[in-house]
């Protein structure tokens, strides 16, 4: 498992990063089922109990961590995902690509938008994926219509990598065009030592 090699929680500014706890839960779907942000995240939980089913059987709490508000309420205000794969190689070098990627992700509570808090959780992200994880490259997707998470992306100094014309399908839009934005260790290190 990723996190457990890493000490928790991180410190932002204004958050603490740290793995979801089941007493987190019902936090966490609070914010995901909120139609404006379902909108735009693969699925819109209806049921809480069918939430909880999905993630225990795709695994998906294994890659979530929560953004909570520092101060005496340690308010849970949304979750990171945080995927590592393999990045592609031959055969002969294949151990090389292993866990060489990772894909990351975000949703944020409503009440909390517009603050730059999701800005600056992924920005402690992609660093713990560069520095901790030794991570290469750092991918996020996202339905081109999202114009807030694109803007995130580019804050983070990733780059949209590939514009696919209506291959996404979105529940209420129809066929719309997808995105997948990247930034590579290198260039990651690049903009912050200068």
Same mark, same amino acid.
């Given at each position: ?63 979530? =961590?929560? %953004?909570?508000? &520092?101060?005496?309420? @340690? ?6 995902? +945080?995927?590592?794969? *393999? #990045? ?67 804050? =983070?100094? %990733?780059?949209? &990598?590939?514009?696919? @014309? ?6 209420? +839009?129809?066929?719309? *065009? #997808? ?16």
């Amino acid at each position: 498992m990723t996190f457990e090699r890493l000490s928790w929680p991180r410190r932002t500014d204004r958050l603490l990063i740290r793995p979801a706890r089941t007493t987190d839960l019902p936090a966490v779907f609070a914010v995901r089922s909120d139609p404006g942000v379902a909108e735009w995240m693969p699925d819109h939980p209806t049921s809480y109990d069918d939430w909880l089913i999905r993630l225990g059987r795709t695994g998906a709490i294994d890659r979530m =961590l929560v %953004m909570e508000l &520092e101060g005496p309420d @340690r308010t849970v205000i949304g979750d990171l995902y +945080l995927h590592l794969t *393999d #990045g592609w190689a031959q055969a002969e070098v294949r151990e090389g690509g292993h866990q060489a990627e990772a894909e990351i992700g975000w949703a944020l509570s409503p009440d909390h938008q517009g603050r730059g808090y999701v800005s600056e959780a992924a920005a402690e992200l992609v660093r713990i994926c560069v520095e901790d994880l030794g991570v290469r490259r750092v991918t996020a997707q996202a339905f081109a219509d999202n114009g807030p998470s694109l803007r995130i992306m580019e804050k =983070l100094g %990733m780059v949209c &990598e590939s514009h696919t @014309r209506r291959e996404s399908l979105h529940r209420r +839009l129809g066929w719309i *065009d #997808g995105v997948v934005y990247a930034v590579l260790a290198d260039d990651w290190r690049a903009t912050r030592d200068g």
